[in-house]
């Protein structure tokens, strides 16, 4: 079983986030515990919200206190509900959130059915609990209900393997080469995309840019591809190397299968809904970059941002890491081009995005520019790295997924009211 933690400080964007499965039948409310029970069994964000605000009220210091945590047996574990739940209780005692308010929800949207829990790192009394050395205590705790509940144990080589593939380059630790073809020969595995310019965004994460290069010898065309290492800046640090280096998969033939592949498996997938609902509803609840990047930022998804030496946006593509697919923002829809966001971020015009009358009842859902760094969340250990800055030149990170839409009744209202109570009072509290 692999535990992943994610810490936050947007836990309307985590409850949004696994309140949207569940409204797609791709997930349930599996377990609660110290949280405020419902009648029929069925919770809003706003519900889910209250039992947590003594904790938020109490603690105005801690810059990340929510915790997201995934819990995933391997695929051949064959986990029923009542176990699952035992697992996530063990799992919260042991890592020292037993007394905590935290909601299980099972997801089943992938072949591989996991748990996630959502929940804060911050005592009734206001104490940050300790976090200190919990990777590493999660991974004994793992080991040790794979044992009591006899699931198929993660062999501590596959995790190593992992994350040396995933690792980002770092020029100056040498061997550039080999840093670049660990991500390189991989990553084709592991993701979606459908374009070169989509393949950059997604290596751009890992600090690699690739560029296609032509000539002519003996009167035929030849087309291929060169890789290069990236520094803090984005700025190219290293002499290409051709991709026949690195093996099929990651040169120029290997690409334009990819990319067919990719497109046709991409035709028609509820992934891009998802994904353009998502960014609807950060648009329509934030009024500037910043606070688009942040509300987005804790549930997987990166937004990479392409800006000329004048500031203005002429490229945008979102990363999701949940499905693993990667969209050119006009791939998505012209109202989520370069264009409009550049009209939005930079000369203040508003989004011309038209929500659907039955979405302002729902309200739930799930869904960069170098200037704001950020780090990729938790959830995705293997993009884990220190934030970068980078030159308006080059494209950038930032997560996303969770949310709601002000709708003109309703409990989205009331959850954003909710929350801005919340912030009130904590800014209160800070000044006595």
Not at 129 to 152: A, G, N, P, T, W
Request: glycine share 6%; aromatic share 8%; charged share 25%.
């Amino acid at each position: 079983m692999i535990a992943k933690i994610g810490k936050g400080e947007n836990l309307i964007g985590a409850l949004s986030y696994n309140l949207l499965k569940v409204e797609k039948d791709n997930g349930q409310v599996l377990h609660t515990h110290n949280m405020v029970e419902t009648l029929n069994g069925c919770y809003s964000a706003p519900e889910l919200l209250r039992s947590f605000e003594p904790y938020l009220i109490a603690n105005n210091k801690t810059e990340k206190p929510v915790l997201h945590i995934s819990l995933n047996p391997h695929p051949r574990d064959e986990v029923n509900d009542d176990t699952f739940q035992a697992i996530a209780q063990d799992y919260m005692e042991q890592m020292g959130y037993g007394n905590q308010p935290f909601v299980v929800f099972k997801h089943t949207d992938i072949d591989r059915t996991h748990i996630h829990i959502v929940s804060i790192c911050v005592a009734i009394d206001g104490k940050k609990i300790s976090d200190r050395y919990d990777h590493l205590r999660s991974m004994k705790v793992s080991r040790e209900l794979e044992s009591k509940y006899q699931l198929i144990p993660v062999e501590e080589k596959t995790l190593a393997v992992d994350k040396k593939i995933f690792d980002p380059v770092n020029y100056q630790k040498g061997d550039i080469k080999s840093q670049i073809a660990s991500v390189v020969r991989h990553l084709p595995k592991y993701y979606k995309y459908q374009s070169l310019g989509e393949y950059n965004a997604l290596l751009s994460l890992f600090n690699i840019t690739a560029e296609e290069v032509k000539g002519e010898i003996h009167g035929i065309l030849k087309q291929g591809l060169v890789y290069f290492a990236l520094n803090e800046n984005g700025e190219k640090v290293s002499n290409p190397f051709k991709a026949s280096l690195f093996g099929k998969d990651a040169g120029y033939l290997g690409l334009l299968l990819h990319l067919t592949a990719s497109t046709q498996s991409l035709k028609n997938n509820p992934l891009k809904a998802s994904l353009k609902k998502a960014i609807e509803i950060a648009l329509h609840i934030t009024g500037d970059p910043t606070s688009f990047k942040t509300l987005l930022l804790d549930q997987g998804i990166n937004t990479v941002v392409r800006r000329n030496a004048e500031s203005r946006i002429y490229g945008i593509t979102f990363i999701d890491h949940n499905s693993k697919t990667v969209w050119n923002g006009s791939r998505l829809g012209k109202e989520f081009s370069a264009n409009k966001f550049n009209d939005l971020w930079n000369n203040n015009h508003g989004p011309e995005i038209k929500m659907r009358p039955d979405e302002s009842s729902k309200g739930l859902a799930t869904s960069a520019d170098r200037s704001h760094e950020a780090a990729p969340h938790n959830l995705f250990d293997f993009l884990n790295k220190e934030p970068v800055q980078y030159t308006t030149e080059d494209p950038g990170l930032i997560e996303a997924l969770g949310g709601l839409l002000p709708g003109a009744n309703g409990d989205n209202v009331d959850e954003l009211l909710f929350e801005n109570q919340i912030k009130r009072k904590r800014k209160q509290n800070s000044k006595k």
